[in-house]
């Protein structure tokens, strides 16, 4: 599953190269967040600022990762070391003082060090974002956006019952605890999990969010465990498997 984040990314590279201009493709870019749950586990991976978040007992468990640079904990941390690691900066809690997420799919100037990033870097000096002699002397070695994800797994237990899968304009005025419980009185309604999901959009803009919706909601025990008002035991997903994702704008 990571390698296919590499070889989709790629795929989406050469696509952006032979069908739009530079302009165009520096315009580009997702995040993505995909959840599998499979033989009684959830594998979770994420590549931006987009969230899945499991309810466990009517409370959130998140499974996610969020790559941005700004604010503080570990992960801020960690992706601020590994950019100056490759050469480049953070600023205005920012990479490079331009890109909100610090992992994405597309920002080719980002990742082509050859061609993409030398003219990335001579559209900064142009625009007044920075100097010649600053450019001069940087020495990015690595690309500062990267598309690996960040991994989870988690085993079910009876108490896990709705996961939700959403871009950032959600979680921008949704707390995850309310995502959640929004989720589970809306099953419990006997709403499908498509109709749920169009309940928190609507939710969100009517707490007037600034950014694009996305939400996928990925129901684990069934409406016949809705119906009966309360949790049963969670979906193995047998051979195949439960999946929801989304790709989303950053």
Request: hydrophobic share 40%; net charge negative; proline share 3%.
């Amino acid at each position: 599953m990571e390698a296919a984040f590499q070889t989709i990314d790629g795929e989406l590279q050469e696509y952006l190269r032979k069908k739009f201009d530079e302009i165009t493709r520096r315009e580009a870019g997702s995040t993505a967040t995909i959840v599998l749950v499979k033989e009684g586990e959830v594998i979770c991976l994420n590549v931006g600022d987009s969230r899945a978040v499991m309810s466990r007992g009517g409370l959130p468990k998140e499974l996610s990762t969020e790559h941005r640079v700004w604010g503080k904990g570990p992960t801020v941390t960690r992706e601020t070391k590994r950019i100056k690691d490759s050469g480049a900066w953070v600023f205005d809690g920012r990479v490079c003082g331009t890109v909100a997420v610090s992992r994405a799919f597309g920002d080719w100037e980002w990742k082509d060090l050859k061609t993409g990033l030398p003219d990335a870097l001579k559209e900064g000096v142009e625009m007044g974002r920075w100097d010649q002699a600053f450019v001069d002397k940087l020495n990015i070695n690595a690309s500062p956006v990267i598309v690996s994800p960040d991994i989870s797994r988690v085993v079910l237990t009876e108490k896990d019952d709705v996961v939700v899968v959403a871009s950032d304009g959600l979680w921008d005025v949704i707390t995850s605890a309310q995502a959640v419980q929004f989720a589970r009185l809306f099953l419990s309604q006997g709403m499908a999990p498509s109709e749920v999901a169009g309940k928190l959009i609507e939710r969100s803009l009517d707490r007037e969010t600034q950014d694009n919706v996305s939400v996928v909601v990925v129901d684990l025990v069934g409406a016949e465990a809705w119906e009966k008002g309360g949790v049963a035991k969670p979906k193995s997903g047998g051979g195949g498997g439960l999946f929801g994702g989304l790709f989303g704008k950053k």
